[in-house]
């Protein structure tokens, strides 16, 4: 008799303004293609970069999984690799981080130099002033960037080419880590059924 594999595990993480919903259209789509979803929903602005990756390592306990693999878009891939880089003990899975400014946001301190506007970044400014200079130790990372212009960053300007509207592709690049780069805005990164096809090859080959 043929054994039949579990479907794999993920957990989505929203990004900066978002809220879990804003997932809901990608967790439908891996459904669909046998993947087990949960969404992950925290306070973008009210809480710092830390707090919110020690949320995300108790939601993910608390889930009790032996393997999950983890879905961000934006400020959520950030969320991400700050819980990996602090926390030895998340269960063995694989990466995707849906154009996560994982070099620190051009736009974000744009818009943090505006005294009016720094509300819009909240307790997220040091992250996303920040970055990450590697992929995670010992998990198939793979970036899912847009190169479609059209977004907040028009606005504020400072964006290099190409750049999804919100976050470029340079923001996104990540050592060690497989990359895809697909024409779709930054708000495209979870509407798009181009990027659910590439994230899904990834989470189950390990490269796009």
Same mark, same amino acid.
């Given at each position: 008799?043929?054994?039949?594999? %579990?479907? $794999?595990?993920?957990?989505?993480?929203? #990004?900066?303004?978002? *809220?879990?919903?804003?997932?809901?259209?990608?967790?439908? $789509?891996? @459904?669909? =293609?046998?993947?087990?979803?949960? &969404?992950? #929903?925290?306070?973008?602005? =009210?809480?710092?970069? +830390?707090?919110? !990756?020690?949320?995300?390592?108790?939601?993910?306990?608390?889930?009790?999984?032996?393997?999950?693999?983890?879905?961000?878009?934006?400020?959520? #891939?950030?969320?991400?690799?700050?819980?990996?880089?602090?926390?030895?003990?998340?269960?063995?899975?694989?990466?995707?981080?849906? *154009? %996560?400014?994982?070099? #620190? %946001?051009?736009?974000?301190?744009?818009?943090?130099?505006?005294?009016?506007? $720094?509300?819009?970044? *909240?307790?997220? @400014? &040091? !992250?996303?002033?920040?970055?990450?200079?590697?992929? +995670?130790?010992?998990?198939?990372?793979?970036?899912? &960037?847009?190169?479609? %212009?059209?977004?907040?960053? =028009?606005?504020?300007?400072?964006?290099?080419?190409?750049?999804? *509207?919100?976050?470029?592709? !340079?923001?996104?690049?990540?050592?060690?880590?497989?990359?895809?780069?697909? +024409?779709?805005?930054?708000?495209?990164?979870?509407?798009? +059924?181009?990027?659910?096809?590439?994230?899904? $090859?990834?989470?189950?080959?390990?490269?796009?």
């Amino acid at each position: 008799m043929m054994e039949t594999s %579990s479907p $794999r595990s993920v957990v989505l993480i929203h #990004g900066l303004w978002y *809220g879990a919903v804003s997932l809901a259209l990608v967790g439908r $789509r891996l @459904r669909k =293609r046998s993947f087990e979803t949960h &969404a992950f #929903g925290y306070p973008t602005l =009210r809480q710092s970069l +830390p707090a919110n !990756a020690a949320a995300l390592r108790e939601f993910i306990a608390k889930l009790d999984l032996d393997q999950v693999d983890l879905v961000g878009h934006s400020l959520g #891939g950030l969320v991400i690799l700050r819980m990996l880089d602090e926390y030895g003990d998340i269960p063995p899975g694989r990466v995707v981080l849906l *154009g %996560s400014p994982v070099h #620190g %946001s051009a736009v974000a301190r744009r818009v943090a130099e505006r005294r009016y506007f $720094r509300p819009l970044v *909240g307790q997220a @400014r &040091a !992250a996303l002033e920040a970055g990450f200079s590697h992929a +995670p130790a010992g998990r198939e990372t793979g970036i899912i &960037a847009g190169s479609r %212009s059209i977004g907040v960053g =028009r606005i504020f300007g400072g964006l290099s080419e190409p750049n999804d *509207g919100t976050v470029s592709l !340079a923001e996104c690049r990540l050592e060690g880590a497989d990359e895809c780069i697909l +024409p779709v805005t930054h708000t495209g990164l979870v509407v798009a +059924p181009s990027v659910v096809r590439a994230a899904a $090859r990834f989470l189950t080959e390990g490269k796009f």
